[in-house]
Each structure stands twice: as structure tokens, then as C-alpha cells.
């Protein structure tokens, strides 16, 4: 099914698209309110920009400097090719310390690497601990927002959940007594936990630490009490030095929420006394887009997920639809490099209004990508035969002046004298979920020319 069909599906509850679309707005306008406090945000921006620029253009040094200072405090680095690999290195780990229990922290790398599922065919636990995910995880669903994982579920739904599944009062959906509940279930699972594994957002190449933010604190609870610490990065998470983190945590909570700071910036540099601190860094195709020239800066992102909150598509259709662990504009930009058959509907699933491009913190050419897409996506003859076909047609009426006022006559001649029931008709998807406009007695020329233009 692709995207189109899925978004179908969405909207087909009016309800939840309204609200879907107006919870994403509101965090939109609550980035937009913070932002506005800032007089330098455009610097800001602008050197977070460069700085992504400059370690994508010298990630090999940045890497090793980092591997290098990481081991000499104490550390374990870890390089795995792809998420197969990273899921074995993982699940390596934890074997050799005997360990069935993790407690884990949001990281869409591991989604991206599908280790939960891994890691409980091998007979380990995996606990995520993030509010938003452990509800997704109770539904036995994949995030649909990379910030925000459950946005697509409403606190009654959460109610039920609850209740089921760990016994909450019936009918109750205070998100008070909801959240009260959940601390309660997942402080019983932080206690035990003999392994917790974490995303990273931020890998200091100059000190070897890696940094997690989290707004409930959740990473630092399983990082301090479990022996044994996991962190999992993809390559392009580096960052030169400790000073340039004043300038990403910046834009990474205001773009994210709209908050001045994320709750827990916290910095992981060395292992406790009596336990061990892993870092296991994923390539999975990266270095294979860092060699596109077209579409490298795509490795800039900082998974603030604003992009995602500003697009008049995602906030309609709703995280699932996109079917690829990122969603969203960035992740129609990402999918394409995974598998351009299977995911090329994603490029076409925008306006190209360009509003991503407008608020990523990290300046990626989004809408540009995307347009990008689309011509490799003809190219490589994936537009399916229907899009093939009525893009030929189009094309050679828009390149020859006599047809196109010849079509354009008659299609305005048609739309006015011919029943409506002609044009409904299933190939003009246009006309799918849309009124016809009424067509204009003359053209534009014909209008100019008779104002006297
Ligand atoms: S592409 Fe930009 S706006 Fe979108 S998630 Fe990444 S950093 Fe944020």
C-alpha cells in the first residue's frame, strides 16, 4: 500500500486528522513563540548549518578522533556496517554478561535497525521507557513522529490501554493518573534492569563523550543504574568540540517543543566503577549518502522533527503512512536511499510549499531533495505507468504554444457544457475528494487582451 492509500485510511476518521493536525500546529507555533525570543536565531542556523557541513565533509578524522579519545576513557567502540550487524554487536554484548533484561531510552537508530524485535527473538526483554513509546510498545506499533511517537493515539485510547494492560481505573484518562501509573510500571522495570541501551544526539570528537536529551529524564535513569550502558549512534552524530553543543542544544529544543532547553542534557564520557559503557556506530547506507551530491546534507539532521510539525501533508496523513521509520519530509528524502522502488511514492507526498526547508535548524535543502527525487524517480522509470504516461502528454502540450491553447480551449469548453459525473471519474484523482472548479469563460491571454493588457 503506499502512501497515498494509507493517508486514505487516516483521514477517513475526520476527528483524529483534526486533532492530529491542530496538537502538531500548536507545537509549531509554540517553536515559532520561542524562536522569536531569539534575536540571533538565523546565526544560529547558520553555524549549526556549517558545522554539519564541515564534519560531513571531514567525518573520517572526526570519527577516529572521537573512537581515539573514547578509548582512552575507557570506553568500548563498537562499528557496525549495517543494522544487522549493530543488532548482533548488541545482543553480543549483552550475552557475554549474562544479561535478559534492557531498559531502553528513544533512539530512532535502533528503530531504524529493528533491534527490538532482534533482541526479544533472542530472548532478552527490552523495555522502552520513554512515555510515548512504551505506549506504542504496549500497542505493538512502530513511532509515527520522531519526537512525538504516540501523537497519533488519543489520551482516552491511552485510558484503555492502561487499563488492560496495567490495570488502571476503568474509563480513566487523566493524563495526571495516566503518567502517575506509567512512572509506577517503569520504575519497577529501572530497578531490575541489568543493561540499558540509549540513543545518542550528539558525539563530542573531541572529548570521545557522547550526549543524550530527554525531557523525562528516563536515559539517565537506566544509564545510572544498570552495570552495563549501550549507546547507539549513527555516524553523522558527530560533532567537533564540546563548545559547538551550546549552539545545537539550542536549536534542537526550541525547533523540537519549542522549549528554551531539553529537560536532561546529560554527557556520558566514561564507564561507572563496577560497570561497562559501550558505543556501537552505525553506518546502514550513510556513508553510501554522504557520496551523493545531491542529497548528502540530508545527513545534517538533527531529528528535531519541526519539519515534520510545519508539513501540511505529514500533519494530515499521520506518521504511519510514510511506512519508513523516519517520516515526514526528512524521511521522504532518507527512504529513497534504502529502497527507491519501495519508496517512491514518498518524494510526490508534498506540496513542495518549502515550510520544511523554512524552520530546519540545520538548513536542509528539503523541498529541493525532494524535487531532486522526483527526477531520479522518472529516471529510473518508478512513477508507475499511469504518472508516466499523463507526464508525457502534459509535457508535450506545455512545450508547444498551438496545443496547449488548443487543450486548454477545449478542456474549458468540456468542463462547462459536459455533466460533472465525466470528470468524477477514478483516474482524475484530482477530482477524488474535490469540487471542480468552474472553468473560466476565456483564458487568461484572451482576458489580458480584451482589458487592453
Ligand atoms: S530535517 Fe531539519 S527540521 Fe527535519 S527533523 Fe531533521 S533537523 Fe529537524
Same mark, same amino acid.
Not at 531569539?38 to 570519527?63: C, F, M, P, T
Not at 550487524?85 to 531502553?104: D, E, F, P
Not at 552505525?282 to 548528502?296: I, M
Given at each position: 500500500?503506499?502512501?497515498?492509500?494509507?493517508? *486514505?485510511?487516516?483521514?477517513?476518521?475526520? *476527528?483524529?486528522?483534526?486533532?492530529?493536525?491542530?496538537?502538531?500546529?500548536?507545537?509549531?507555533?509554540?517553536?515559532?513563540?520561542?524562536?522569536?525570543?531569539?534575536?540571533?536565531?538565523?546565526?544560529?542556523?547558520?553555524?549549526?548549518?556549517?558545522?554539519?557541513?564541515?564534519?560531513?565533509? @571531514?567525518?573520517?578524522?572526526?570519527?577516529?578522533?572521537?573512537?581515539?579519545?573514547?578509548?582512552?576513557?575507557?570506553?568500548?567502540?563498537?562499528?557496525?556496517?549495517?543494522?544487522?550487524?549493530? @543488532?548482533?554487536?548488541?545482543?553480543?554484548?549483552?550475552?557475554?554478561?549474562?544479561?535478559?533484561?534492557?531498559?531502553?531510552?528513544?533512539?530512532?537508530?535502533?528503530?531504524?535497525?529493528?533491534? @527490538?524485535?532482534?533482541?526479544?527473538?533472542?530472548?532478552?526483554?527490552?523495555?522502552?521507557?520513554?512515555?510515548?513509546?512504551?505506549?506504542?510498545?504496549?500497542? @505493538?506499533?512502530?513511532?509515527?513522529?520522531?519526537?512525538?511517537?504516540?501523537? /497519533?493515539?488519543?489520551? $482516552?485510547?491511552?485510558?484503555?490501554?492502561?487499563?488492560?494492560?496495567?490495570?488502571?481505573?476503568?474509563?480513566?484518562?487523566? #493524563?495526571?493518573?495516566?503518567?502517575?501509573?506509567?512512572?509506577? /510500571?517503569?520504575?519497577?522495570?529501572?530497578?531490575?534492569?541489568?543493561?540499558?541501551?540509549?540513543?545518542?544526539?550528539?558525539?563530542?570528537?573531541?572529548?570521545?563523550?557522547?550526549?543524550?536529551?530527554?525531557?523525562?529524564?528516563?536515559?539517565?535513569?537506566?544509564?545510572?543504574?544498570?552495570?552495563?550502558?549501550?549507546?547507539?549512534?549513527?555516524? *553523522?552524530?558527530?560533532?567537533? !568540540?564540546?563548545?559547538?553543543?551550546?549552539?545545537?542544544?539550542?536549536?534542537?529544543?526550541?525547533?523540537?517543543?519549542?522549549?528554551?532547553?531539553?529537560?536532561?542534557?546529560?554527557?556520558?564520557?566514561? #564507564?561507572?566503577?563496577?560497570?561497562?559503557? /559501550?558505543?556501537?556506530?552505525?553506518?546502514?547506507?550513510?556513508?553510501?549518502?554522504?557520496?551523493?551530491?545531491?542529497?548528502?546534507?540530508?545527513?545534517?539532521?538533527?531529528?528535531?522533527?519541526?519539519?515534520?510539525?510545519?508539513?501540511?501533508?505529514?500533519?494530515?496523513?499521520?506518521?504511519?503512512?510514510?511506512?519508513?521509520?523516519?517520516?515526514? #519530509?526528512?524521511?521522504?528524502?532518507?527512504?529513497?536511499?534504502?529502497?527507491?522502488?519501495?519508496?517512491?511514492?514518498?518524494?510526490?507526498?508534498?506540496?513542495?510549499?518549502?515550510?520544511?526547508?523554512?524552520?530546519?535548524?540545520?538548513?536542509?535543502?528539503?523541498?529541493?531533495?525532494?524535487?531532486?527525487?522526483?527526477?531520479?524517480?522518472?529516471?529510473?522509470?518508478?512513477?508507475?505507468?499511469?504518472?508516466?504516461?499523463?507526464?508525457?502528454?502534459?509535457?508535450?502540450?506545455? !512545450?508547444? *504554444? !498551438?496545443?496547449?491553447?488548443?487543450?486548454?480551449?477545449?478542456?474549458?469548453?468540456?468542463?462547462?457544457?459536459?455533466?460533472?459525473?465525466?470528470?468524477?471519474?477514478?483516474?482524475?484523482?484530482?477530482?477524488?475528494?474535490?469540487?471542480?472548479? #468552474?472553468?473560466?469563460? $476565456?483564458?487568461?491571454?484572451?482576458?489580458?487582451?480584451?482589458?487592453?493588457?
Amino acid at each position: 500500500m503506499n502512501h497515498a492509500k494509507k493517508a *486514505e485510511i487516516f483521514i477517513a476518521n475526520t *476527528e483524529r486528522t483534526d486533532w492530529h493536525d491542530q496538537a502538531l500546529w500548536f507545537i509549531r507555533s509554540k517553536r515559532d513563540i520561542a524562536i522569536n525570543k531569539v534575536a540571533e536565531w538565523e546565526q544560529l542556523r547558520d553555524i549549526a548549518s556549517q558545522i554539519k557541513a564541515h564534519v560531513l565533509g @571531514n567525518l573520517d578524522n572526526y570519527l577516529l578522533e572521537f573512537e581515539k579519545n573514547a578509548l582512552a576513557n575507557g570506553v568500548h567502540i563498537h562499528w557496525a556496517e549495517d543494522g544487522e550487524a549493530h @543488532n548482533k554487536i548488541v545482543h553480543g554484548i549483552l550475552k557475554k554478561h549474562k544479561i535478559t533484561k534492557v531498559v531502553k531510552s528513544k533512539s530512532m537508530l535502533t528503530e531504524e535497525c529493528h533491534l @527490538n524485535p532482534y533482541l526479544e527473538s533472542n530472548g532478552i526483554e527490552v523495555m522502552d521507557t520513554d512515555l510515548g513509546e512504551r505506549i506504542i510498545q504496549m500497542r @505493538n506499533e512502530p513511532p509515527s513522529h520522531i519526537v512525538l511517537p504516540a501523537i /497519533h493515539i488519543k489520551k $482516552e485510547e491511552v485510558g484503555e490501554l492502561f487499563h488492560e494492560q496495567l490495570n488502571t481505573e476503568k474509563g480513566n484518562a487523566d #493524563p495526571d493518573y495516566l503518567t502517575n501509573a506509567a512512572r509506577l /510500571h517503569l520504575r519497577e522495570k529501572f530497578l531490575v534492569c541489568e543493561g540499558a541501551i540509549t540513543g545518542v544526539n550528539f558525539a563530542v570528537a573531541e572529548t570521545g563523550e557522547v550526549v543524550v536529551c530527554t525531557n523525562e529524564g528516563n536515559a539517565d535513569m537506566g544509564t545510572h543504574i544498570a552495570p552495563i550502558q549501550i549507546h547507539c549512534m549513527g555516524l *553523522e552524530k558527530i560533532i567537533p !568540540k564540546r563548545e559547538h553543543l551550546g549552539v545545537f542544544t539550542r536549536v534542537l529544543a526550541r525547533s523540537a517543543t519549542g522549549q528554551a532547553i531539553t529537560v536532561y542534557t546529560s554527557h556520558h564520557k566514561k #564507564p561507572k566503577p563496577t560497570g561497562e559503557m /559501550h558505543i556501537v556506530i552505525v553506518d546502514n547506507g550513510r556513508s553510501e549518502k554522504l557520496a551523493q551530491k545531491d542529497f548528502y546534507s540530508s545527513l545534517k539532521c538533527i531529528r528535531c522533527g519541526a519539519c515534520m510539525n510545519t508539513c501540511p501533508i505529514y500533519r494530515r496523513s499521520g506518521g504511519h503512512s510514510y511506512q519508513f521509520t523516519i517520516p515526514g #519530509p526528512i524521511g521522504s528524502i532518507l527512504a529513497p536511499n534504502t529502497d527507491l522502488k519501495k519508496h517512491s511514492d514518498l518524494p510526490f507526498a508534498s506540496t513542495l510549499c518549502g515550510s520544511c526547508e523554512d524552520v530546519c535548524p540545520v538548513k536542509i535543502d528539503i523541498a529541493h531533495q525532494l524535487y531532486k527525487w522526483r527526477q531520479v524517480i522518472g529516471k529510473e522509470g518508478h512513477l508507475g505507468k499511469m504518472k508516466e504516461k499523463s507526464m508525457k502528454i502534459t509535457a508535450s502540450i506545455l !512545450k508547444n *504554444e !498551438k496545443k496547449f491553447k488548443f487543450y486548454t480551449k477545449m478542456m474549458r469548453f468540456s468542463l462547462r457544457k459536459l455533466p460533472k459525473s465525466m470528470f468524477n471519474i477514478s483516474p482524475n484523482k484530482w477530482a477524488k475528494n474535490r469540487a471542480m472548479p #468552474p472553468a473560466a469563460k $476565456e483564458s487568461f491571454r484572451e482576458w489580458v487582451k480584451k482589458s487592453g493588457g
